[in-house]
Structures are given as C-alpha cells and as structure tokens.
C-alpha cells in the first residue's frame, strides 16, 4: 500500500503559487484535486476511445460503452452495492437527491404522511423535500441538534408511524460530524419508512458498505472524491428502483418508443435519459481505483490524525469558535470556525493573501446558520493530499487576521 502522508506528490495544482505562496488548499469539502492518474486517464479516453455510450456498432461506441459501464462496476465496489443495477449514474449529489425526491419522494407520499430530516442538512437535502412536501401535502420535520453538533434527546422519536422518509448526511459539511446512523436507519426501517444517506461529505473519506448500513439510498458526488465535477451516483435498492418512475426522460431511457406511449428500459437505464457523462464515470473509475491504492480506512485514519492535529490548535488561538463538537474524535476532516469580530469573507480574503484557500459562508445550510444563530462561517476542510505544514501555513494564516483587521488583542 501507498503511503497516504505522501499523497501530496500526486496532484500538480499543489505546485502551483499563488501571491507569492505555496497554494495550501483547504476547500475540499466544496470540490478536490485531482490526481495525474485521473488526469492521465481522462486524456487516454479522449484520445482513444471517445464515442457516444451505449449508441452505435462502431469501435469507438463500443469503447466509451465499456468505459462508462466499467465505472459503474467501479462504484458497486467501492460502496459494496449487491448488483450493478443499483447505481445510476447522475451528475452530481443534488441531482441524485432530486432523482429520489421527485421519482420516488412525490409517488410515494401522501397529506398525513411526513419526511423527517435533520436541521443540518445541505440545501440539496432540504429544499427538495420541501418541494415534495409542498406537493404532496406530507409534512417535513426537522430533528434538531445541541449546542456541540449532536442530536437532542428524544429528537428522533419524531420518526413515528407517519414517517415514509428519514433523509441525514452522513456527514455534515458544516459540523463534520456524524449522526447515529445505524440507529436512524434502524428507527426509519421499524416504522416502514425509508432512509436515505447523503454520502457526499463520507464516500470520498471512509470506506462505505451500503449493505450493512443497510440504507435504502445512498448518494455522493465524483469532484468530491478526486472525480471531474458532473458525475454522481445514486445508489437505490433494486426493488424500489424497479417501481419507480424515471425522472428524466429521452434516449436510452426507453425500451419502445410509440407515438402516443412508451415503455422503459430496465434499471439503472431507465434514470439514465440522455447522453450521458462518459467522461466523468472515467474519471471516477480512475480516482476509485487512485483511493483504493491507498485504501480507505488509511485515508480516514489519515485524515482523523490530521483533525486531531489542527484542533486543538485552532481553539488555542484567541477569539476563534468552531461550530459543533471541539472533540477531534468526533469530526472529520471538516472545520467550520469563527473568528470574533472578523466577517468570515473577511477571513477567507486574508487567508488568500497567504495562499490558503478556505470556504467562506453559509455552506449551503442555511436553516443550521439560523438554528445556530451564525448565518456565516470560515471552513476548512482536508483531504488526502493536505499535509501538517499546510495546516501550521493555515494556522498562523489565522493568527494574523485580527490584527490585519485593526484588532490589538
Ligand atoms: N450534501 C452535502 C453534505 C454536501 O456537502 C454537498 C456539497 N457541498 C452536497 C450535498 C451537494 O453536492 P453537489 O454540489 O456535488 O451536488
């Protein structure tokens, strides 16, 4: 096995400069880098074997059908789906999620019944559930959170005998922790209802088994795990694929086509209207199997040593904040902090000038930002590639934006 540690050397963008400074980049919950061998074999595919999927006789078609098909026996792997025909391929999390809300979420629900998710949620996980409530009359409730990231007491009774959906991230992009999955699956599968994991911020960091979570959809995003950005998957259980709608329609999708009706083509195609993202599922073929030399439960205890180093480190500085559990065991490689006095566009301006790259604002979660009283934050999020110098680099980075701003203390 490759040495995580040394990971770094694999991806070009970090040789580059920016304002004078090695570029530390530390925004890898919003997209990562990627590797020369995602690089590389994009370039092959688009030198060798490009050609429109599952269309057409000739050479090229039958190649980028293998490539593209490839990936998707990649993905089974990687999430330890029970057959192929569970992963669709999509372009990205907030698609995958849409496909579930308005294929299965609007079929399936009725005025009386109710989605339960948490107040934590990305907006690709809330505003579609939304809709699907608005539409259907069901009502969607939130479980709330304490002070330190964690579920409330009893907020998970509020999945009850209405409940159809429980929809969590598996990992919250602001908190960088987890909720009691296994327990949240178990409560949604004792009352009938189905459980859907946001894996966006979880796959790209920790191995995942679908089948031993034994959730019914799991979804995630490519450009957050080394990927090219437009490719996603959408893990769903086969027999409810089977009964669901397509959500998009057009080729591949169909089996016959009539002028006044059509039959589809079976699952995964049958969500796969469209030309779809060859060039994509390529690349995540290569960064699963770029993960995979490394393994990962080495990247997850990689990055759990990197969160364990930076911290305490961080809450030692005067006037910062983290939102969520302080506790390093608790969180993954995502930090979301203040700094008192200082807007967090502020914060992320000067940490530019010294070549760190963080996230600045309401992470696309702004019902957490009211819940929590903290409409914006600062966050920094690690990967593979980040290294102990990057975070010293970040680290006094930080100690420097209250004084750059005129503070004394
Ligand atoms: N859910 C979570 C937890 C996320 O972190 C993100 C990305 N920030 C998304 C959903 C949406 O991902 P995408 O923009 O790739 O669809």
New binding site residues.
Partial sequence: MKSVAEAYKDFPILQREHKGHRLVYLDS??TTQIPNDVINALETHLKQHNGNPHRGAHILAVEASEAYETARDAVQRFINAKTREEIVLTR????SLNLIAFSYGLHNLKKGDKIVITIAE?H??LVTWQRVAQTTGATLEYMYLDESGHLKDGEMDKIDSQTKIVSF?HV??VLGMEFPVEELIKRAHAVGAIAIL?G??SAPHKKIDVQALDCDFFVF?G??MCASQGI?VMYGKRHLLEDMPPFLLGGDMIEYVQEQSTTYNEVPYKFEAGTPNAHGAVTLKAAIEYLEQYGMDAINAYEKELVSYVLPKLLAIPHVHVLGSEDSSEKHGVIAFMIDDVHPHDVATILDSYGVCIRSGH??AQPLGAYYNVPASSRLSMYIYTRKEDLDIFLEAVKQVRPTMGFKD
């Fill in positions: 919950g919003a990205n999390t907030t698609e990305h690709a996980n991230a919250s992009n946001d966006a911020q995003s450009h957050k996603g992470h696309c």
